[in-house]
């Protein structure tokens, strides 16, 4: 990864210092999780494809965030007890950070000013949003929890998945198996 965006500044769950930089020349579907929300389970998913992919160059990189009805509360040790305890997540973990709003963080401002518009349902998630009388956030903006971001090998962009898109759908397998060919 080459660009600005693997230059951005991170923090892993327990602290230390890290940035996208550290996963140069891997393919990373980059995830804003909750520990609190419908969609949690996708946790397992997230993994069985960490565990299917890593010896080909996929890395999942799991940033918890607190930004949708308050699905994220816990400190990062919590967080971290969380997914270890439920869903024996393996794949690196980063400290809470927020991915919309006027403090959203660097590297979502980045993510969604690289690709803003995502594939798969959002527009239907967007109506199910109105249905329980929320106000989703416009594109670019991070819809909800678990929205995934693919970045390829040269730490470009690739592609961007709604938060319904399930981590074993076939049109984000594709796009994982297209960035680890290329």
Not at 31 to 53: F, H, I, M
């Amino acid at each position: 990864m080459t660009n600005t965006i693997a230059e951005i500044p991170l923090q892993t769950i327990t602290g230390a210092p890290a940035s996208l930089g550290d996963y140069a020349g891997k393919v990373a579907l980059v995830v804003n999780v909750a520990s609190k929300c419908g969609l949690t389970p996708q946790y397992e998913g997230l993994e069985a494809l960490y565990r299917d992919y890593r010896d080909k160059g996929l890395v999942v990189l799991g940033f918890p965030a607190n930004d949708f009805g308050a699905q994220e509360p816990g400190s990062n040790e919590e967080i971290s007890n969380f997914c270890t305890t439920n869903f024996a997540v393996d794949f690196p973990m980063f400290a809470k950070i927020t991915v919309v709003g006027p403090d959203k963080h660097p590297l979502y401002k980045a993510l969604t000013s690289a690709a803003p518009t995502a594939k798969g349902d959002a527009a239907g998630f967007r109506e199910r949003l109105k249905g329980y009388g929320m106000t989703p956030n416009p594109e670019p903006e991070v819809l909800w929890n678990f929205e995934k971001f693919l970045i390829g090998k040269d730490g470009a962009v690739v592609a961007r998945f709604a938060p319904t898109t399930a981590p074993n759908d076939a049109e984000l397998i594709g796009a994982i198996e297209a960035a680890l060919a290329a």
